[in-house]
């Protein structure tokens, strides 16, 4: 079954809840001050699967947990989502995202930050409302884990390093983290799942980032920064001198490569647009991407085993599903 097919599947299991999502999702990101949902929406709304929300939805099903926090759980998933992206563009100088240029191009750098951290406001919010210590708790690790990710991302970023622990720590904090309290739907369901599908989260947390980082060094045909197959600038790891799995893999493979990188990162980021262009050739050609991929295969194959103990039922099929949509999609 293909990517597409995989994942189509998995939403219609759902597809209910995930329009009361939806509408759940639009009514936290409204304001009074209306500038704020324009800003928010633009990326909210501008596509996207709502992965992280369809996990949350398919793990209550499968772990039978029908209250109605999973719905707000499901909404916070995405928002605190959203508020990753505005901050991240901004961090990055990103000019595209899903397809579009990103939110920061129309609105300003200020406007893209404030407006995420409404996005976080309004996420913290929202779950402590529902009176569920639990979440609350478990929420609060996330975003800690999230900032520390974001931090040492950022701080890494012009360091060169063929440190696959570091870049296994940056994944775990930056994507794993959230995927995972999305999978485990806060930690509200029956205690002796929560570490079952907090482990399949954060599994495939790590292979979905993996498969962002080889999307980003194979860009869509054309010139220029145009976006590429994850929507994004082509390239943009590379440009920002982030040492990603594939770009570690190339470098282990080509020592010329690898020497030239260091003198790259050594004179400091950005690296310019005609190096950017004459460096990816090389690192597709060399076969990094396709070990890379091997490796959040590795990833998916740990998470699907940590659902063997839900019960059988269409909704753990889904999870499975979804898990192997993440290293299809777009490839």
């Known amino acids: 079954m293909g990517a597409a097919a995989l994942i189509e599947q998995a939403l219609r299991l759902v597809a209910d809840d995930l329009a009361t999502t939806e509408r759940h999702f639009a009514e936290l990101l409204a ?6 949902p324009e800003v928010a ?46 901050h991240d563009d901004v961090i990055d100088e990103g000019e595209f995202r899903r397809g579009r240029p990103a939110a920061r191009m129309g609105f300003g750098n200020g406007m893209a930050v404030l407006s995420g951290d409404y996005c976080l406001a309004r996420a913290l919010q929202a779950v402590a409302y529902t009176g569920r210590d639990v979440a609350v708790r478990s929420l609060a690790d996330c975003v800690t884990r999230m900032a520390e990710g974001e931090v040492a991302q950022l701080h890494g970023a012009g360091c060169f390093q063929l440190d696959r622990e570091h870049y296994r720590r940056v994944i775990d904090r930056k994507t794993a983290a959230l995927i995972a309290w999305c999978a485990s739907v806060a930690g509200l369901v029956a205690p002796r799942l929560v570490e079952p599908l907090r482990r399949f989260g954060h599994q495939l947390g790590h292979a979905f980032q993996i498969v962002d980082d080889v999307l980003d060094v194979r860009p869509a045909a054309g010139h220029g920064r145009t ?8 390239g943009q790891d590379l440009r920002e001198g982030k040492m990603t799995l594939p770009l570690i893999l190339a470098c282990e493979h080509d020592p010329e490569l690898r020497d030239e ?11 310019d647009e005609a190096t950017v262009g004459r460096l990816l050739p ?28 839900l019960p059988p039922s269409p ?10 949509y993440v290293v299809h999609r777009s490839l």
Do not use: N
């Open 31 to 36: 304001s009074e001050i209306t500038v704020i």
């Open 41 to 86: 929406g633009h990326v909210a709304f501008a596509g996207g699967k709502r992965f992280r929300p369809l996990l949350t939805l398919l793990a209550a099903e499968a772990a039978g947990f029908e209250e109605p926090e999973r719905l707000t759980v499901a909404a916070v998933g995405e928002l605190l989502h959203t508020a990753t992206l505005l």
């Open 227 to 234: 976006p590429g197959h994850a929507g994004k600038d082509p």
């Open 261 to 271: 990188l260091r003198a790259l990162l050594e004179a400091g980021p950005p690296v």
């Open 282 to 309: 090389r690192i597709q050609d060399g076969g990094a991407p396709e070990r890379a991929l091997a490796v959040a295969r590795e990833h998916v194959d740990h998470a699907v085993r940590a659902l063997h103990v």
């Open 315 to 324: 909704a753990h099929d889904a999870l499975v599903g979804a898990a192997y």
